[in-house]
């Protein structure tokens, strides 16, 4: 099964996708750790984006999506999660463009519907361990002693990236370039909803019944 998850930060994809990589094998594919495999590794298209990043634009789609078909080409047997492609319906043409060359099916798209004051909170209650990456949610999942972690006793920090702020930035911009392709994924009829804001549990329970309902079909 080939499945494109789409949602806000904070929403929960990572996990769902890493849920779903362990229980039925599927490959979960982020353009980031792409990005950064390509750049250690000094590959000719490493180098292509390196170049652009160090001018300081964004790395454009051929060079992303030549990068996402060789990481696919490798394995056929197993299905893909893409967690965090394609951000903007040009990304999402030429992400079909590329599964019609390769006469891959794409099964499903899974929107993680989630509300903005919601999301907010989740994440800016965020705070993290800078000396092992431990993270706590003062909403989801507080250490015991607000501001301590619970294993070295150490303090707490909250990272630029978990500001109010900060958020509520990264949140706008992701609703301004993915409503277009909330509604590109809709016409195609691939869409899928669910609640990201539910109990990892239970959303982990709907997608598996929501995607085994839509594989049926």
């Known amino acids: ?34 990005l950064r495999k390509h750049r250690e590794e000094g590959t000719a298209l490493g180098k292509q984006a ?18 996402i078909e060789s990481e696919l080409a490798g394995d056929h047997s197993r299905g893909f999660i893409m967690d965090g492609f394609p951000r903007t319906v040009s990304q999402a043409q030429a992400f079909d463009a590329l599964l019609a060359r390769q006469a891959w099916p794409l099964d499903a798209v899974v929107l ?20 092992n990456g431990r993270t706590y949610n003062a909403l989801t999942n507080p250490p015991k002693v607000a501001g301590i972690d619970d294993q070295d006793g150490g303090p707490l920090i909250q990272r630029e990236d978990d500001r109010a702020q900060t958020v509520a930035k990264r949140l706008d911009v992701y ?37 085994h309902f839509e594989h049926a079909h």
């Open 1 to 34: 099964m080939n499945l494109i998850f789409l949602g806000p930060p904070g929403a929960g994809k990572g996990t769902q996708a890493r849920l779903l990589e362990r229980r039925f094998g599927l490959r979960q594919i982020s353009t980031g750790d792409i």
């Open 50 to 67: 390196e170049g652009y990043m160090k001018s300081g634009e964004l790395v454009p789609d051929d060079v992303i999506v030549a990068m």
């Open 112 to 131: 993680f519907a989630a509300d903005k004051q919601t999301l907010l909170a989740r994440l800016s209650a965020r705070w993290s361990n800078p000396r």
């Open 175 to 211: 609703q301004s370039s993915t409503t277009p392709l909330i509604e590109y994924y809709r016409k195609a009829g691939k869409l899928l909803e669910v609640d990201a804001l539910a109990p990892v549990d239970t959303v982990a329970h709907d997608l598996v019944h929501a995607l």
